[in-house]
């Protein structure tokens, strides 16, 4: 009786698995598709037109001002900003006391001048026009001129930095 059982049970389950097996032939799957998408834009670019020039000063002298205008002069810094038409930008100008002109290497006081309290116009962030270009000034004070100050020409190099 035994082999019997064995030989019903196990034709049993056979019917079994595949009456499940047509069953699982009537599942239908589905699928579809996406897109991976880019916009690339310019890249965004400065470009120094003139210097800062505080000009010339004798011994002495008291500290002078130069604002960034709304147009290059002789005393502004002036730069050419070029990217994406239409795109807003931020402007990062030298945080105060980082800035030092030099003259022989600097590192004694007559041989150094401060630049500080630098400004741009536009100020803080601007936008390039329709063509993707737009101007930067930038002005900065010069600190007091001592009166054993050594005599020469003084540079300094400063960044500004833009970012989209």
Do not use: C, H
Request: hydrophobic share 45%; aromatic share 8%; glycine share 12%.
């Amino acid at each position: 009786m035994s082999k019997k059982f064995f030989k019903v049970t196990m034709a049993s389950i056979i019917a079994l698995s595949l009456s499940m097996t047509v069953v699982w032939k009537n599942v239908y799957g589905a699928n579809t598709a996406a897109n991976a998408l880019q916009v690339v834009i310019a890249a965004l670019s400065i470009a120094k037109v003139s210097d800062l020039d505080f000009g010339e000063a004798p011994q002495g002298s008291p500290g002078k001002i130069v604002t960034p205008g709304t147009m290059e002069n002789v005393e502004n810094a002036s730069f050419d900003v070029n990217g994406e038409p239409g795109r807003s930008f931020v402007i990062g100008l030298p945080a105060n006391g980082s800035i030092k002109m030099l003259i022989n290497g600097g590192g004694a006081p007559e041989k150094e001048i401060a630049v500080s309290d630098f400004q741009s116009f536009p100020s803080s962030s601007g936008t390039l026009g329709i063509d993707g270009k737009k101007k930067l000034f930038v002005g900065a004070a010069r600190g007091s001129i001592l009166g054993n100050q050594t005599a020469g020409a003084y540079s300094g190099a400063f960044s500004i930095t833009v970012i989209y």
